[in-house]
């Protein structure tokens, strides 16, 4: 399983990005997809995550009417468009899937991607 991260980069504070994961190595359209970020001198934290189906979606209370989390299983990809951007939200950005999908949200994560640096400043 290869997870690969991008659209990450710097942004005034309430600008916009998108961020793409390419999946390739599993039947995408099967997982569960999830995205983290993980801040300077902070722990990793859950972000959203997306069912394998893309008909049910969970998000961490501080982004909820900011960030959507969608998929395109006919291209292997999971995005997260994150508008309303805060200085908060600078870290590095990861996603994730879990080796198996029977619940949702998935309690674990088990292939993470490189992640891409979100950076939010003025």
């Known amino acids: 399983v290869q997870l690969q991260a991008s659209g990450g980069g710097l942004v005034q504070p309430g600008g916009s990005l998108r961020l793409s994961c390419a999946a390739s190595g599993m039947r995408f359209a099967l997982y569960n997809m999830g995205w983290y970020r993980q801040a300077p001198g902070k722990e990793r934290e859950f972000v959203a995550s997306?069912?394998?189906?893309?008909?049910?979606?969970d998000y961490v209370d501080s982004v909820k009417g900011r960030f959507t989390i969608s998929r395109d299983n006919a291209k292997n990809t999971v995005y997260l468009q994150m508008n309303s951007l805060k200085p908060e939200g600078t870290a590095v950005y990861y996603c994730?899937?879990?080796?198996?999908?029977?619940?949702?949200?998935?309690?674990?994560?088990?292939?993470w991607g490189q992640g891409t640096q979100v950076t939010v400043s003025s």
């Open positions: 994730a899937t879990p080796k198996v999908s029977s619940r949702f949200p998935p309690p674990t994560y088990d292939y």
């Open positions: 997306i069912s394998w189906g893309g008909g049910s979606t």
